[in-house]
């Protein structure tokens, strides 16, 4: 995955959800998504909140060389357990709390990717960044995380507000790519999902037909743990 790849990815899907709650009434924003307790509100603040890091990572020491993929990163560690899920809620709620109402939030949500943007595209390819994690990570794969964030989370924030998802081609790509490998389109078209029901089952988010467990398992499906 090259870091331009990655970087447009990330760019159209952060736009896309820019877009899509632009013009949301304050009673749209408080809404409840299935990822509890959250409000819609509360969700965008936690992409925002997410994408917030990379900053900071770009501006910090440079490790010596990868050792974490994309992957890798959702592994099941003590980077999902309650206390520290917990402390996640919280960030992102007290950072919407923060906001003086949906327009202010949009406003900073869509200065900050626009920033993080910016600021990647000057990085060279095999540049690697630190992650809050304690994970050193190739720029273009901790890139293609946030990508999971926004557009994982777009797909909550579409069915919170009753919407069809805006899933963009190029992120539903990238993320087939990532969880199905090189031979994601043979894998997708034997499945017959379309990409938000795609993401929809590999993050747990719709169930998957059992006529369709074999396959799944014998395509290589690679699950990510998910906060």
């Known amino acids: 995955m090259t870091l331009n790849r990655a970087l447009d990815a990330f760019r159209i899907e952060a736009e896309a959800l820019s877009r899509a709650v632009a013009s949301l009434s304050e009673n749209e924003w408080r809404l409840a998504t299935r990822c509890e307790p959250w409000t819609v509100r509360e969700l965008v603040g936690h992409v925002r909140v997410v994408i917030a890091w990379l900053p900071g990572m770009l501006a910090a020491a ?110 539903g790509d990238v993320l087939m790519e990532l969880q199905l490998g090189p031979q994601w389109r043979d894998a997708v078209r034997e499945l017959g999902w379309d990409r938000p029901g795609f993401l929809r089952r590999a993050t747990g988010r719709q169930p998957i037909e059992a006529a369709d467990v074999a396959r799944v398992e014998r395509l290589g499906l690679r699950w990510l743990t998910l906060g």
């Open 62 to 171: 440079e490790p010596d060389r990868a050792e974490v993929s994309a992957v890798e990163y959702y592994r099941p560690d003590d980077r999902f357990t309650v206390r520290t899920n917990a402390a996640r809620i919280s960030l992102a709620q007290d950072y919407a709390a923060g906001q003086s109402g949906g327009a202010a939030l949009v406003e900073d949500f869509t200065a900050t990717w626009r920033r993080v943007d910016r600021l990647c595209r000057a990085e060279r390819e095999d540049r690697v960044v630190l992650t809050r994690h304690g994970d050193a990570m190739l720029l273009s794969q901790f890139l293609l995380t946030r990508v999971v964030e926004i557009a994982v989370h777009g797909l909550d924030v579409a069915d919170a507000l009753g919407r069809t998802p805006w899933l963009s081609r190029q992120a």
